[in-house]
């Protein structure tokens, strides 16, 4: 460095901007009881006090990377680090950045750009909530209100949103008599579950990183993340179906599996026990060396035969397309 460049920096004052932070945001996706879960955290202190959110936090700046803050964020909630095979557990984790979020109002302390990251893993233990938090839980998505914050379903998603979901069930079903949960002075349905909504714009970020699981277990060999290293075709189906929101033709979808190069490999071996109804033990199978599935396999709603034949669409021909 010049004799230049170093006054310039001596004399340099970042005060002169206005302050920003930098926080990041992690979506950890994974399958407890057959259904897709994520892990959120109660927050303990303002803002939005009591409510869910995603786990996450600022940059330490000078210190650490992105990738090793939301590293260590989910860590911390997952309550992983001093466990025995924490090391292990953790590289089992895929991790990958989401998006950045940077809209000046997300956060009312002051102008906070988060970077979000999505995270699939199997069988995570129950989380412990970070210093900030009050709690930490698996919630199934199912549960979850996903639509942006402060807007009704009526009044449509604002213009900078990144699909809300798309493909899937956006929080639980209530019966057609119930009120819109947008207004609470209407009357509630008798039994009825009011979605939980997520504190500043983690509605939104979670269902960008919804969106993007589901797609990309269709080209890439990423649904095996959900599994152990050792797993059935079955047990792969219901990482589909779970990430899906959809039941799959059983048969179909093993034929398709197999048919992927390098999707899967077999172990040589079979479960212990034949299934839940009897019949011959399930082969083995582990993750290949695949890092793109081609073909594709498609979800069902775009056309794809792993659907259920009673549900399947009038067949369309399309180059590529698995049928």
């Known amino acids: 460095m010049d004799t230049t460049e ?62 090793d803050a939301a590293a260590r964020e989910l860590a911390e909630e997952t309550g992983l680090p001093g466990t025995a095979g924490a090391e292990a557990a953790l590289r089992r984790i895929h991790l990958e950045q989401l998006g950045s979020y940077g809209v000046p109002d997300r956060d009312p302390r002051m102008h906070v750009i988060s970077v979000a990251y999505l995270a699939f893993a199997p069988d995570l233990p129950d989380p412990q909530a970070g210093s900030d938090a009050a709690h930490a839980a698996w919630h199934p998505v199912t549960d979850l209100d996903l639509r942006p914050a402060g807007r009704s379903e009526s009044a449509g998603a604002p213009a900078d949103t990144h699909g809300g979901g798309v493909g899937g069930s956006t ?18 349905a008798v039994g009825a579950v009011a979605p939980i909504e997520l504190a500043f714009d983690h509605a939104r970020i979670l269902a960008d990183g919804l969106d993007r699981a589901r797609a990309k277990i269709e080209y890439s060999p990423l649904a095996t993340a959900f599994l152990q290293h ?85 067949p369309q021909p399309s180059p590529g397309r698995i049928t």
Not at 171 to 188: F, K, L, N, V, Y
Not at 250 to 268: A, C, D, Q, Y
């Open 6 to 67: 170093q006054d310039w920096l001596a004399a340099y004052d970042p005060r002169a901007y206005t302050p920003v932070a930098v926080t990041v945001d992690v979506v950890a996706l994974t399958l407890r009881q057959g259904r897709l879960h994520v892990l959120l955290v109660e927050r303990a202190l303002p803002p939005y006090q009591g409510r869910w959110a995603l786990p996450g936090g600022f940059l330490r700046a000078g210190e650490e990377s992105l990738d």
């Open 171 to 188: 929080g639980p079903t209530e019966p057609e008599q119930s009120a819109d949960p947008a207004d609470p002075a209407q009357p509630r």
């Open 230 to 314: 050792d797993f059935t075709i079955p047990e792969l189906r219901a990482v589909y179906e779970a990430v899906w929101d959809e039941k799959l033709h059983p048969g179909n979808f093993h034929r398709k599996v197999l048919s992927v190069p390098g999707f899967v490999e077999s172990t040589g071996t079979t479960t212990e026990r034949g299934g839940v109804r009897g019949g011959p033990r399930a082969r083995t199978y582990h993750a290949g060396d695949a890092t793109l599935l081609h073909p594709a396999l498609l979800r069902p709603a775009q056309g794809d035969s792993t659907q259920e034949p009673s549900q399947q669409p009038a």
